[in-house]
């Protein structure tokens, strides 16, 4: 073998070395970033929210002209909703149990529990903060009637230190 092939079969064995490690760096930032989905994805299922909710969701879509809800602001208001997510970006917020005192079109105020995941209160286990909820700012939102404003008062202890939270809905 001549000095110009050798240097040919070096180039070349360094090329494919360069070439494999690009694909193997690569295959490795995927398979993190497919195990972080699939983290986020079970982060979201152990919410408060997964197994109580999935049976009330759904069940009051907007009617008679009333506004509703847009669940994180996507799809078909609900009236009257038992769940409002409240931290869209990893549900570790969720208003639950909420009975309505009064729902009307321009404001409605119920009550209920905000479970707060484990990991978002700061504690060992999750935790509930019982709390009065007031919808405001009714609007045509992608053609329908929804509130974009909520406000959560908490009686007595509050996850976050805060007696008063405002939530963006739309």
Known sequence: MTDRDREGARRFSGRTALATFA?????????????????????VDAAPKTSAVRDVKGSAKAT??????????????EIKPK????????AAMVATGITWERYGAAEAEGKGVVQVEKA??????DAGFPATFRLYGAKTVDGARAFTGLEVTYEGSTPLGDSTEMYNLA
């Open 83 to 90: 769940v409002i997510t409240l931290t869209c970006a990893d």
């Open 120 to 125: 978002a209160a700061g504690a060992g286990t």
């Open 64 to 77: 008679g002209g009333l506004p509703g809800v847009r669940d994180c602001g996507f799809g078909e208001p």
């Open 23 to 43: 694909a193997v760096t690569a295959l490795a930032a995927a398979g993190v970033w497919f195990s972080q989905a699939a983290d986020r994805a079970s982060a």
